[in-house]
């Protein structure tokens, strides 16, 4: 409840919030929201400008940008969420079993880890997709195998410290199973934490995806995508720029939600974390406690 009331106090994080639900919704729901068929070519309104029928005009193969759009949230935003939860799932496993296990189990995974987080985040990818052909689905395999490792590290830390606390020695002490403490103990205590760094990551998977399909590494024609739209429309960025802008605008709209609202749960979920509001207002009550013990 504390968490709910916080988000719904900060009007960018509540803003950015309802921008992410409304961006899944029509991502989920594109056939009721396109006007037209993503794929249909007409080549008698190539390059036509906004229309009643085309809100946002038409691409180098008479297709509708807007119905373009819509349908490239799937590859761009939902499948992204997607496998950002697949990744964190198998790194909260492995990281659970590390942080609180410890000794050789830990050594031997966090080796692992190290070999994985030891190559570019960006360099492997490419790589992983250079071997199994371009495609979003091979985008999506070269993410979870890269992204486990970090996630892993990271839950590990997290589920050392509090496996630590008395309330969790005494569990163990007292006989209970590992299963349960890690299911009643751990897991309500950490999942902030996995919260948080989920958040921070999605931001940076949605540019990188719309990275790779621009250098035509990713979806595959004629397929709507962010990234393959802006690739489609470089070769027209002068003469005909709304047909870059769009696409590129859905992104920066997007990630900037995604971050503003990965920001605010981190405040929320963080008690340790304040804004610049929360400052003053403590500042502001200190300096009252102090007037009034010196009066």
Not at 122 to 146: C, E, K, W
Request: aromatic share 8%; net charge positive; charged share 15%.
């Amino acid at each position: 409840m504390r968490t709910i009331r916080s988000l719904g106090q900060n009007k960018l994080t509540l803003a950015s919030l309802m921008i992410v639900l409304a961006i899944l919704l029509v991502g989920i729901c594109a056939p009721m929201f396109a006007p037209h068929d993503p794929n249909e070519v007409n080549m008698k309104l190539r390059y036509s400008g906004p229309s009643w029928d085309y809100w946002l005009g038409n691409d180098h193969l008479g297709r509708c940008v807007l119905s373009r759009l819509i349908f490239g949230i799937r590859p761009s935003v939902l499948w992204v969420l997607i496998t950002l939860a697949i990744s964190v799932g198998i790194g909260a496993v492995v990281g659970f079993i590390a942080g609180y296990f410890k000794g050789k189990t830990d050594n031997l995974i966090m080796r692992t880890c190290d070999v994985m987080l030891s190559f570019p985040g960006y360099v492997m990818t490419l790589a992983v997709v250079g071997i199994l052909g371009p495609g979003l689905g091979n985008i999506l395999i070269a993410f979870v195998v890269m992204k486990w490792a970090w996630f892993a590290r990271v839950i590990r830390t997290s589920v050392m410290q509090y496996s630590e606390m008395g309330y969790v020695q005494f569990s163990r002490a007292s006989g209970i199973s590992h299963v349960n403490i890690i299911r009643k103990h751990l897991i309500p205590v950490t999942l902030s934490d996995i919260g948080v760094i989920a958040s921070n990551s999605i931001s940076s998977m949605i540019l990188q995806i719309s990275g790779l399909s621009f250098l035509g590494m990713g979806i595959q024609a004629p397929n709507a995508e962010w990234g393959m739209m802006l690739n489609e429309a470089k070769s027209v960025m002068f003469s005909h720029p709304e047909l870059m802008l769009a696409p590129g605008a859905a992104m920066v709209i997007t990630v900037a939600a995604f971050n503003f609202l990965a920001d605010g749960i981190q405040i929320a979920l963080d008690p340790k974390r304040m804004s610049s509001q929360d400052i003053r207002q403590a500042e502001k009550v200190e300096k009252s406690v102090y007037e009034y013990v010196g009066s």
